[in-house]
């Protein structure tokens, strides 16, 4: 199935403004990492309950813009195919130890384009500690949700520390149950993480989610990760 236009043209413009970060800093630089995980689990949902190998590209400006570029093998609905992802944005520092963030997100899936999206979303973030929120107007071709994503750090040690992570999921207009509530998704992680120069290791448990998308399934309780920087 063809990738859905409206997403295409999303990655055309983040396409653009690469091209003028490009043309507009000669201080920026250029990052990419490649990710083995047990299992590629995204909010709280397993969009591949295999191993999974992962890739990341993205560049920085000097003035605070960055754009970049994700893949990773998915199965939805016993399909399997490829995730794209384009994002692009802006960070800046407000003091020392604070900085703010801004983007769009825009994620396409290869064999089944009625399930492309995109996200709006800010954010602040410390040293050790970041909360953003995102806003979709058709979250994975459907409803209109607003996710709170929340990341901290703690140093246990020179290469080690602990990572954790919790997320509240909203769906608007999502029906309501008999007492005229609507269910809001939390998903929580907690890792250990090993910082080996190019490559980091984790291993950690995460909350088992609601298989809230067709054809996914719940996310394992226990993961680990390899990831190799360039």
């Known amino acids: 199935m063809p990738l859905d236009r409206r997403?295409?043209?999303?990655?055309?413009?983040?396409?653009?403004?690469?091209?003028?970060?490009?043309?507009?800093?000669?201080?920026?630089?250029?990052?990419?990492?490649?990710?083995?995980?047990?299992?590629?689990?995204?909010?709280?949902?397993?969009?591949?309950?295999?191993?999974?190998?992962?890739?990341?590209?993205?560049?920085?400006?000097?003035?605070?813009?960055?754009?970049?570029?994700?893949?990773?093998?998915?199965?939805?609905?016993?399909?399997?195919?490829?995730?794209?992802?384009?994002?692009?944005?802006?960070?800046?520092?407000?003091?020392?130890?604070?900085?703010?963030?801004?983007?769009?997100?825009?994620?396409?899936?290869?064999?089944?384009?009625?399930?492309?999206?995109?996200?709006?979303?800010a954010g602040l973030a410390l040293d050790r500690a970041s909360a953003r929120l995102f806003y979709s107007p058709a979250y994975y071709g459907d409803e209109r949700s607003v996710y709170l994503d929340l990341n901290g750090a703690y140093p246990l040690g020179e290469r080690l520390s602990l990572a954790a992570h919790a997320g509240l999921l909203h769906l608007i207009g999502e029906e309501r149950d008999a007492a005229g509530n609507v269910e809001r998704r939390v998903d929580l992680r907690l890792a250990l993480v090993a910082d080996l120069g190019d490559v980091s290791l984790q291993a950690g448990w995460q909350l088992k989610g609601h298989a809230y998308l067709p054809g996914s399934a719940r996310a394992r309780a226990l993961t680990a990760s390899a990831s190799l920087r360039f």
């Open 7 to 121: 997403h295409q043209n999303h990655a055309s413009t983040l396409a653009a403004l690469l091209l003028m970060c490009l043309a507009g800093s000669a201080r920026s630089q250029t990052s990419a990492d490649l990710t083995l995980m047990s299992e590629y689990a995204a909010r709280g949902v397993a969009l591949d309950t295999r191993p999974a190998l992962q890739v990341r590209v993205e560049h920085d400006t000097a003035a605070g813009w960055y754009l970049g570029a994700f893949a990773s093998p998915v199965t939805l609905g016993g399909r399997s195919q490829a995730q794209l992802i384009a994002y692009g944005g802006r960070a800046q520092r407000m003091t020392s130890t604070l900085s703010w963030d801004a983007g769009i997100t825009s994620s396409a899936f290869t064999r089944d384009g009625s399930l492309n999206y995109h996200e709006f979303y």
